[in-house]
Every structure is written in structure tokens, then in C-alpha cells.
């Protein structure tokens, strides 16, 4: 069985900080390019960051960027996001996505992605 699984979510106030991760289990991230996408209540699911598996490259959505941080750990399985200065609008299901794509860049585009993770919820109050 292949899986991602997201862990790390929760309540946090406006302006707060949260760390996801997600490990995979049953094959390596190493050769895969990683995603993660989030989806709020009414709305459709949107790419947040993604990383490259050459040279660990990074893209941002426009309403993450500077707050948001993407890294992978590849001894460990595993692809965080750090989230910084949390807004309520940042409230959704965050997924991790990973794709079997040895390359420098990556793009915010779910189409693309082969696995993906159950989600894991993060609330921002006030």
C-alpha cells in the first residue's frame, strides 16, 4: 500500500504558527516531486508550495509566500510545511501530493500529482 500522511494540524490563533508533515510509506520520496494543496469550505482546492526533488526547489502560492516555508527530508520519508503569521483565511484541509518526477522546479498543479494523502485540517481563529 502507498500512502502520504498529513500530521501536525489543529486550531491555532490569527497570527499563529503550525508545522505539517506528511511521511510516506510503501516508497521513497526521494525521486518525487511534492505538493501541497489545501481546499476551505465552498471553495475549490488550490495549490500551496511544492518542492523539486533535484535541488530541492521551491514554489509558493502568491497568498502563502513569505509566510509559508516547504522542505523535505528525504532520510526521513518526509515533506513539512512550516506556516507562519496564520490568517483565518488560511482555515482548510491542507494535502501533501507527491509525483515520480526527478526534475529542478515544480509547478502548482494537482493534475499532475500521482499520490495523495487523506488531508489534515487547519483552523485559524479570530
Known amino acids: 500500500q502507498l500512502q502520504l500522511v498529513e500530521s501536525g494540524g489543529g486550531l491555532v490563533q490569527d497570527g499563529g504558527s503550525l508545522r505539517l508533515s506528511c511521511v510516506a510509506s510503501?516508497?521513497?520520496?526521494?525521486?518525487?516531486?511534492i505538493g501541497w494543496f489545501r481546499q476551505a469550505p465552498g471553495k475549490e482546492r488550490e495549490g500551496v508550495s511544492c518542492?523539486?526533488?533535484?535541488?530541492?526547489?521551491?514554489n509558493y502560492a502568491d497568498s502563502v509566500k513569505g509566510r509559508f516555508t516547504i522542505s523535505r527530508d528525504n532520510a526521513k520519508n518526509m515533506v513539512y510545511l512550516q506556516m507562519n503569521s496564520l490568517k483565518p483565511e488560511d482555515t482548510a484541509v491542507y494535502y501533501c501530493?507527491?509525483?515520480?518526477?526527478?526534475?529542478?522546479?515544480?509547478?502548482?498543479?494537482?493534475?499532475?500529482?500521482?499520490?495523495w494523502g487523506k488531508g489534515a485540517l487547519v483552523t485559524v481563529s479570530s
Open positions: 501530493a507527491a509525483r515520480s518526477q526527478y526534475i529542478s522546479r515544480c509547478y502548482l498543479r494537482s493534475d499532475d500529482m500521482d499520490y
Open positions: 510503501g516508497f521513497t520520496l526521494e525521486r518525487y516531486v
Open positions: 518542492i523539486s526533488s533535484v535541488g530541492r526547489m521551491t
